[in-house]
């Protein structure tokens, strides 16, 4: 899961658009285009709208100027983070404009503030960042949330995760939490039982979980946790699709819209 953004063309606003068949149609409450006619008892007119409007209601896939899949989760805070690291006073509206969960909207007002800043983003010093890496091969495995305190990993009564300290395992059915495990260098090894072994010198705890760092491929036997140097290139994966969004939303008037 992740966030993506979109933003209607002006087909429809302009008159466009092929005539709907069922109406009346207009922008809801929370910005999109729909049929305004309450679904109960209208199912088969919402129906024959989201044909019309996913068919031949104009030249753009389901009315939309520009489509863009940004990140996961995971990169959207990275991303946030990377703002705070540079700077939040600088970049007020991508700051308070990217969503924490999926839905609602940023005006295409916001839209041109947003491109201003994405271009003071490119150079910008960025923070360096923790990150756990396989130590064979130096793949990064999973860099250090700051919202979510280094924490990606849970079970009944322990959290797992990486920070500045190391990679760290807590038990969390007592109070206050109890670290169980913190090494900024260590092994794991899948046992017998399917559960999961981690080692450091003088340290060693067992979970009930997944390898770190499997993901479909073979997973690490040997991690560490580094400080890796990070730029604005290294966010080209959401700032690129952001530029994509907030220019269509300037052009068309329109809001980008999250989803």
């Not at 069922?22 to 922008?27: A, K, L, S």
């Not at 190391?166 to 109070?175: A, E, K, S």
Request: glycine residues 12%; proline residues 8%.
């Amino acid at each position: 899961m992740g966030l993506d953004g979109f933003v209607y063309c002006r087909c429809w606003q302009d008159g466009l658009a092929t005539p709907c068949p069922v109406g009346p149609v207009g922008f809801d409450e929370d910005g999109h285009l729909a049929l305004l006619q309450p679904w109960e008892g209208n199912s088969a007119a919402h129906h024959t709208f989201y044909a019309w409007m996913s068919g031949d209601a104009c030249p753009h896939p389901l009315m939309e100027q520009s489509s863009e899949g940004l990140s996961n989760w995971t990169g959207v805070r990275l991303f946030q983070q990377a703002l705070r690291s540079a700077g939040k006073a600088r970049f007020p509206t991508l700051a308070a404009g990217l969503p924490d969960d999926n839905g609602g909207w940023l005006s295409a007002e916001h839209a041109a503030a947003a491109l201003a800043e994405l271009d003071a983003f490119r150079g910008s010093r960025i923070a360096d960042e923790v990150v756990l890496i396989d130590e064979a091969t130096g793949r990064e495995v999973m860099p250090h949330v700051e919202v979510h305190r280094g924490v990606f990993m849970f079970g009944p009564g322990w959290q797992a995760g990486v920070g500045p300290g190391g990679f760290f395992v807590v038990g969390t059915d007592v109070d206050p939490p109890v670290t169980l495990f913190r090494a900024t260098r260590f092994t794991q090894r899948v046992m017998p039982d399917g559960r999961i072994e981690f080692v450091a010198e003088g340290m060693r705890a067992i979970l009930a979980t997944r390898p770190v760092g499997g993901h479909g491929l073979p997973p690490p036997e040997r991690l560490a946790v580094r400080t890796r140097t990070r730029s604005a290139d290294d966010f080209a994966y959401i700032v690129s699709p952001l530029r994509r969004l907030c220019a269509a939303s300037v052009a068309t008037g329109n809001p980008v819209m999250w989803c």
